[in-house]
């Protein structure tokens, strides 16, 4: 890992107070000066500004989000997810997000290449979600959702949907994109309203028999 982003995942620093920091001399690695750039690991002894840095370890948490909350920490006038969570687990970043109506599995994590690894577009991680829709959903409407896509302002959207629900108000839905509110727009554009969304899977985690508020360290 590059050293400024190595030193800033297990201090306060920003790396471009780390970088200022490599031009004064001010750290070492094994006793050396250190590079902009350089690459390092758990196994260098690094050396900021005086301090030896300790590695911090790695904190990755499931959390069943609650409907009414944002995953923002400042929430605008809303309660956020951080209102409700341990204070152990505040400074956790989220793995996506969940909008404010929108319950169910959430990753919380202070593993940087671990966010990357399920949210970069070319990792292509399916996201499971179970949804209630306020009306039945028409056959040909499947298709164009599931085979063929709908055009939203953003781009195509393309849906994995299944259902054992006679009435089709109710969907299981697969997805490996995560725009901002993909689904709900998805179903907007053909005259329905998700009155219910919540996730149950994201790659290779599933939310199990967590209650809404719990958590589950991994």
Not at 64 to 91: E, F, H
Request: aromatic share 6%; proline share 5%.
């Amino acid at each position: 890992m590059r050293i400024n982003k190595y030193i800033a995942q297990n201090s306060g620093l920003s790396r471009r107070v780390i970088d200022e920091y490599i031009g004064k001399g001010k750290v070492l690695v094994n006793g050396r000066n250190a590079e902009i750039g350089q690459i390092v690991s758990d196994n260098d002894l690094i050396v900021v500004d005086g301090q030896e840095l300790k590695s911090t370890p790695k904190i990755t948490i499931l959390f069943n989000k609650p409907v009414g909350y944002v995953c923002s920490r400042q929430g605008q006038g809303s309660q956020t997810i951080y209102d409700i969570l341990p204070d152990r687990y505040n400074n956790l970043k989220t793995v996506g997000r969940l909008d404010k109506q929108s319950s169910g599995l959430l990753l919380l994590t202070s593993d940087g290449d671990l966010a990357y690894q399920l949210t970069h577009p070319s990792q292509n991680k399916t996201k499971t979600y179970e949804i209630v829709i306020d009306k039945p959903l028409e056959p040909l409407h499947q298709q164009m959702i599931s085979d063929i896509g709908i055009e939203l302002e953003d781009g195509p959207s393309r849906l994995y949907l299944s259902s054992e629900d006679k009435d089709r108000h109710e969907w299981v839905v697969q997805i490996s994109e995560g725009r901002n509110r993909q689904i709900r727009r998805t179903f907007e554009k053909l005259g329905y309203k998700v009155i219910k969304l919540h996730r149950t899977g994201f790659g290779p985690y599933h939310i199990g028999n967590l209650k809404p508020g719990e958590t589950e360290p991994l």
